[in-house]
């Protein structure tokens, strides 16, 4: 067992290698360079390739090259970035290409606050692509986490034919802390189910295995065509409302049938409180030492921690929100999640924001003083 | 044309006071660009070193409209700000001449502002583009750009044992913007002022789109004592690893020719960039550079002894 004292970026780059990742490209972005750098170190040394390219756009597109001709890819960015590669997020879903976009949120809109932490991209993650739309984006909460979830996300990624979202923000991305490599055997690496049909039988998008497709690299003698435009199961264009309908409902399916598998949440203290807090990334740590504080003065705090941003934990907030009098939202935004979160409670329980998008964390005593503020402690 | 004299007498418009590095050459440019075309100027600044230096809260160097736009697009929005002041003047609202200057570095003129650039350029915008080149992301942390010169260490082309730094040979934007055929492209350097100065009254006074390309030496990138920057522009010139020229209406014409060109290694070794390439094992490198300076810098005198 190997432990290490390194940051969150740099936990990314060797976890993402640890899940098999052979190929990155990427544009330097402050708070997400270290990764780039850490990788451009490392992948050479496993035969793997490194591209700086020259702008986001392009790097999601060498991504997707990279993906669909059989290596795990992935690029790392922040907000301004981000928002230049949603374009090919949405190719990505609409060809089923595999791949993992590290988002490292810092303040915003546009160039915004470079250095300084956010959650602001949490609505971008889920709808800053045009269209209907699934997406799968997971929030690190530590250093382990970014390496062990990287892990998930390439996973995710290969078994779902899906791009997905890595968002974590500046603090944990900048955050020095241990890391425990885990051991081999304990590292569940999932590749995607590759075609094994002769190639003059072989479809690309042939679902009669089932909702996800399997894939065959560019290049390994299958006649494959892929566009941004409708298709059907051979790859080619249709405007079919019919092919169109089934083609639109698979993708959404093939997440949201799977959603309990792909959604993970954690909880602290939540055994009996009576009033939760949901947080995720670093501001479920400022939640959690707000409920110790809160604990010693016998108030009963507790956390239920959102890993998984996208799909949505619903049910498991549905579930929490019949025990508890009321949930606080804690996050580095105007309260972006509160519509969804309250959707989810249908009304059980009172839901309060805290929120800050000044480029501070969220501190404990910003969210025990929201407390204060709406009475339900004194 | 304004004497050093004149210059000297004019209100800065670009206010010192702002946070470049020591011996930044981007921040004297943009000083200069500013004399020249005075108070009736818009500046359109990307993402990069000379925008985050002049405009750190709540000061601004700026004694002018800037406009910062994302890394991409100044160029772009340059456009509209023309267009505007065009559809304005058509319609009598205002009168005056207002020079639109959009800036960026090289990364956001070489890279990734490299379509908006061209597009406004095609579109044949009245308005000055000027890249200054200090050839790497240096805002970002000294990444290598599609400007950084061969052999150059950077900390995305590291000079080590596998690699002696950038593998590759620097895109030549300004031929690639003077295809464009537009009516004046330039490269200059900040140590000849009176050159640069010259181009940039050249650039705001012919009517239609004009790029300045200018070499813009910066100590922490490139790895020298900040007092060297101007003496590090002349050896530039002196060795023509840039050539100081313009091309007017398509035909090329040299500003600066050596008596003695000088050997590109006088560069190589004014920098800590290139120090790997001293080395025996590395010797190859010069030569191929020194190769690739002379072949551009003889296809340029014969473009300039044609005229063409």
Same mark, same amino acid.
């Given at each position: 067992?190997?432990?290490?004292?390194?940051?969150?970026?740099?936990?990314?780059?060797?976890?993402?290698?640890?899940?098999?990742?052979?190929?990155?490209?990427?544009?330097?972005?402050?708070?997400?360079?270290?990764?780039?750098?850490?990788?451009?170190?490392?992948?050479?040394?496993?035969?793997?390739?490194?591209?700086?390219?020259?702008?986001?756009?392009?790097?999601?597109?060498?991504?997707?090259?990279?993906?669909?001709t059989?290596?795990?890819?992935?690029?790392?960015?922040?907000?301004?970035?981000?928002?230049?590669?949603?374009?090919?997020?949405?190719?990505?879903?609409?060809?089923?290409?595999?791949?993992?976009?590290?988002?490292?949120?810092?303040?915003?809109?546009?160039?915004?606050?470079?250095?300084?932490?956010?959650?602001?991209?949490?609505?971008?993650?889920?709808?800053?692509?045009?269209?209907?739309?699934?997406?799968?984006?997971?929030?690190?909460?530590?250093?382990?986490?970014?390496?062990?979830?990287?892990?998930?996300?390439?996973?995710?990624?290969?078994?779902?034919?899906?791009?997905?979202?890595?968002?974590?923000?500046?603090?944990?991305?900048?955050?020095?802390? %241990?890391? &425990?490599?885990?051991?081999?055997?304990?590292?569940?690496?999932?590749?995607? +189910? /590759? $075609?094994n =049909?002769?190639?003059?039988?072989?479809?690309?998008?042939?679902?009669?295995?089932?909702?996800?497709?399997?894939?065959?690299?560019?290049?390994?003698?299958y006649?494959?065509?892929?566009?941004?435009?409708?298709?059907?199961?051979?790859?080619?264009?249709?405007?079919?409302?019919?092919?169109?309908?089934?083609?639109l409902?698979?993708?959404?399916d093939?997440?949201?049938?799977?959603?309990?598998?792909?959604?993970?949440?954690?909880?602290?203290?939540?055994e009996?409180a009576?009033?939760?807090?949901?947080?995720?990334?670093?501001?479920?740590?400022?939640?959690?030492?707000?409920?110790?504080?809160?604990?010693?003065?016998?108030?009963?705090?507790?956390?239920?921690?959102?890993?998984?941003?996208?799909?949505?934990?619903?049910?498991?907030?549905?579930?929490?929100? %019949?025990? &508890?009098?009321?949930?606080?939202?804690?996050?580095?935004?105007?309260?972006? +999640? /509160? $519509?969804? =979160?309250?959707?989810?409670?249908?009304?059980?329980?009172?839901?309060?924001?805290?929120?800050?998008?000044?480029?501070?964390?969220?501190?404990?005593?910003?969210?025990?003083?929201?407390?204060?503020?709406?009475?339900?402690?004194? | 044309m304004?004497?050093?004299?004149?210059?000297?007498?004019?209100?800065?418009?670009?206010?010192?006071?702002?946070?470049?590095?020591?011996?930044?050459?981007?921040?004297?440019?943009?000083?200069?660009?500013?004399?020249?075309?005075?108070?009736?100027?818009?500046?359109?600044?990307?993402?990069?070193?000379?925008?985050?230096?002049?405009?750190?809260?709540p000061?601004?160097?700026?004694?002018?409209?800037?406009?910062?736009?994302?890394?991409?697009?100044?160029?772009?929005?340059?456009?509209?700000?023309?267009?505007?002041?065009?559809?304005?003047?058509?319609?009598?609202?205002?009168?005056k001449?207002?020079?639109?200057?959009?800036?960026?570095?090289?990364?956001?003129?070489?890279?990734?502002?490299?379509q908006?650039?061209?597009?406004?350029?095609?579109?044949?915008?009245?308005m000055?583009?000027?890249?200054?080149?200090?050839?790497?992301?240096?805002?970002?942390?000294?990444?290598?750009?599609?400007?950084?010169?061969?052999?150059?260490?950077?900390?995305?082309?590291?000079?080590?044992?596998?690699?002696?730094?950038?593998?590759?040979?620097?895109?030549?934007?300004?031929?690639?913007?003077?295809?464009?055929?537009?009516?004046?492209?330039?490269?200059?350097?900040?140590?000849?002022?009176?050159?640069?100065?010259?181009k940039?009254?050249?650039?705001?006074?012919?009517?239609?789109?004009?790029?300045?390309?200018?070499?813009?030496?910066?100590?922490?990138?490139?790895?020298?004592?900040?007092?060297?920057?101007?003496?590090?522009?002349?050896?530039?010139?002196?060795?023509?690893?840039?050539?100081?020229?313009?091309?007017?209406?398509?035909?090329?014409k040299?500003?600066?020719?050596?008596?003695?060109?000088?050997?590109?290694?006088?560069?190589?070794?004014?920098?800590?960039?290139?120090?790997h390439?001293?080395?025996?094992?590395?010797?190859?490198?010069?030569?191929?550079?020194?190769?690739?300076?002379?072949?551009?810098?003889?296809?340029?005198?014969?473009?300039?002894?044609?005229?063409?």
């Amino acid at each position: 067992m190997k432990e290490l004292v390194i940051s969150g970026n740099e936990a990314i780059a060797y976890g993402a290698i640890r899940a098999g990742c052979c190929f990155f490209a990427g544009y330097p972005i402050t708070p997400s360079s270290e990764v780039a750098e850490v990788i451009s170190l490392e992948l050479p040394k496993i035969g793997g390739r490194f591209i700086q390219m020259e702008d986001e756009i392009a790097s999601l597109a060498a991504v997707i090259g990279a993906s669909l001709t059989g290596e795990k890819s992935m690029t790392a960015t922040s907000g301004p970035g981000f928002s230049l590669m949603q374009e090919h997020i949405g190719f990505a879903i609409m060809g089923e290409v595999p791949c993992v976009i590290v988002n490292v949120q810092r303040g915003g809109p546009s160039t915004g606050l470079p250095t300084h932490a956010s959650q602001g991209d949490v609505m971008q993650a889920r709808w800053g692509t045009h269209g209907d739309h699934e997406i799968i984006a997971i929030s690190p909460s530590s250093v382990q986490e970014c390496y062990t979830f990287i892990i998930d996300a390439f996973n995710l990624s290969e078994e779902f034919r899906t791009p997905v979202i890595f968002l974590t923000d500046e603090v944990i991305a900048h955050l020095r802390e %241990k890391l &425990v490599i885990p051991e081999d055997n304990s590292i569940n690496v999932i590749n995607r +189910l /590759k $075609s094994n =049909v002769p190639p003059e039988e072989y479809k690309p998008f042939d679902t009669s295995y089932g909702k996800i497709p399997p894939l065959a690299d560019f290049g390994s003698g299958y006649r494959f065509h892929i566009t941004g435009l409708t298709h059907d199961e051979t790859g080619f264009p249709t405007d079919d409302s019919k092919k169109t309908e089934l083609l639109l409902n698979r993708l959404r399916d093939k997440i949201i049938d799977n959603r309990d598998r792909i959604v993970k949440t954690d909880s602290f203290m939540l055994e009996d409180a009576e009033i939760a807090i949901i947080a995720y990334g670093s501001v479920a740590r400022s939640a959690k030492e707000a409920i110790l504080i809160a604990r010693d003065k016998g108030i009963k705090l507790g956390l239920l921690r959102l890993i998984t941003i996208w799909p949505f934990a619903d049910k498991e907030i549905a579930d929490m929100a %019949k025990n &508890v009098k009321a949930i606080v939202l804690a996050e580095m935004n105007l309260g972006q +999640l /509160k $519509s969804t =979160v309250e959707a989810a409670v249908k009304g059980t329980c009172d839901v309060f924001t805290v929120g800050r998008a000044d480029g501070e964390i969220v501190t404990p005593s910003n969210i025990l003083n929201k407390l204060k503020e709406v009475g339900i402690v004194h | 044309m304004a004497s050093l004299k004149q210059l000297s007498a004019e209100k800065d418009l670009f206010a010192s006071g702002h946070r470049a590095c020591a011996g930044c050459a981007a921040s004297i440019i943009l000083r200069q660009v500013a004399l020249v075309a005075g108070k009736n100027t818009v500046f359109v600044g990307a993402t990069g070193c000379m925008e985050v230096v002049s405009t750190i809260f709540p000061y601004t160097s700026w004694k002018v409209p800037f406009l910062h736009n994302a890394f991409e697009n100044s160029a772009a929005t340059g456009s509209g700000i023309e267009a505007t002041y065009r559809s304005l003047k058509k319609r009598g609202k205002i009168t005056k001449k207002i020079n639109v200057i959009s800036f960026g570095g090289d990364g956001g003129t070489y890279d990734i502002g490299f379509q908006s650039l061209s597009g406004a350029m095609e579109r044949r915008h009245d308005m000055l583009y000027l890249c200054y080149n200090n050839e790497a992301y240096m805002n970002t942390g000294i990444q290598r750009s599609s400007a950084t010169p061969f052999g150059a260490h950077t900390t995305t082309s590291p000079a080590g044992t596998v690699i002696p730094g950038k593998q590759q040979f620097p895109k030549d934007l300004t031929e690639a913007i003077a295809a464009h055929d537009i009516p004046y492209v330039a490269q200059a350097a900040p140590h000849n002022w009176a050159d640069f100065t010259k181009k940039v009254e050249k650039a705001l006074t012919i009517e239609g789109p004009a790029f300045i390309n200018i070499l813009s030496p910066c100590p922490l990138g490139w790895v020298y004592p900040p007092h060297l920057s101007i003496k590090i522009s002349k050896l530039a010139a002196e060795t023509c690893f840039w050539p100081i020229y313009e091309v007017e209406n398509g035909i090329h014409k040299i500003n600066f020719k050596p008596k003695e060109k000088k050997p590109l290694l006088e560069w190589i070794k004014s920098q800590g960039r290139f120090r790997h390439l001293l080395s025996e094992k590395n010797k190859h490198i010069v030569e191929e550079a020194q190769k690739e300076v002379n072949r551009k810098w003889d296809r340029l005198l014969k473009m300039a002894e044609a005229k063409i």
